[in-house]
Each structure stands twice: as structure tokens, then as C-alpha cells.
């Protein structure tokens, strides 16, 4: 037990090794650095991940802004996957952000018909 010891410890006082350097200390695989990281909670986060867009970002954007998914894509420059995760993180199920884009969509294009119907000439 003292190498999952060993491996926490260098986890958690060198937080900038990779798994194949403390697997190379310990005479481990990586993947065996890793899943000792992931029991002890200590797993890394994986280099690709957006630390700019936050949670509490996405929330502000989708709820308060009423915006929707493409448009907060367009802002941050990213994928869907990425913006979808994040409200998954928050607890918005899939089918919540597939109705809440139907119903804008409808309430967009009924806006726009009022408009249309304001802007034409009436008829005598």
C-alpha cells in the first residue's frame, strides 16, 4: 500500500506531474497512476478543458440572457458538446434545452409575424 500512498502524496505536492512521470517514480503504469488519482479524488483535469467557461457563465447566459445554445457557442468560440456538458453539470436535462430551443423558436417566428402583420397595409 505505501506505492498508493506514494502515488497521492506526489498527486498532491506536484500537482504539475503527468501520470506517466509519477508512474515512472513508482514503478507503476500511468493508467494505474490514474485510477489510483480517480479513488483518492485527485484526478487531474484534462488539458483540453475550458476553464473559462463556467458553469455559472452558461447558466447566466441560457437563463438570464434567454439566449440559446448556438449563441453562447458563438460567444465563447466553442462546441456544442462543451456548452451541453456545462448545463448538464447544472442539472438541465437534454430534453429541457430541445424544448426551451422549440419554444424560441416559435415565440421568434410569432414575434415576427405580429411585426409583419403591423408593418403591412390594410386592405379596404
Request: proline share 2%.
Amino acid at each position: 500500500m505505501a506505492t498508493r500512498d506514494q502515488i497521492e502524496d506526489l498527486l498532491f505536492f506536484h500537482p504539475d506531474m503527468t501520470y506517466q512521470e509519477i508512474g515512472k517514480i513508482v514503478e507503476r503504469s500511468r493508467q494505474w497512476v490514474h485510477q489510483v488519482a480517480r479513488e483518492a479524488g485527485l484526478a487531474k483535469e484534462s488539458r483540453l478543458y475550458r476553464r473559462d467557461i463556467t458553469v455559472e457563465k452558461v447558466l447566466e447566459l441560457y437563463y438570464h440572457s434567454n439566449l440559446l445554445i448556438k449563441d453562447i457557442i458563438s460567444m465563447f468560440g466553442c462546441t456544442e458538446r462543451t456548452i451541453t456538458r456545462r448545463l448538464r453539470a447544472a442539472g438541465i436535462s437534454p430534453g429541457e434545452t430541445h424544448s426551451r430551443k422549440m419554444k424560441l423558436r416559435w415565440s421568434r417566428a410569432r414575434e415576427a409575424a405580429r411585426v409583419a402583420e403591423r408593418n403591412t397595409p390594410a386592405l379596404v
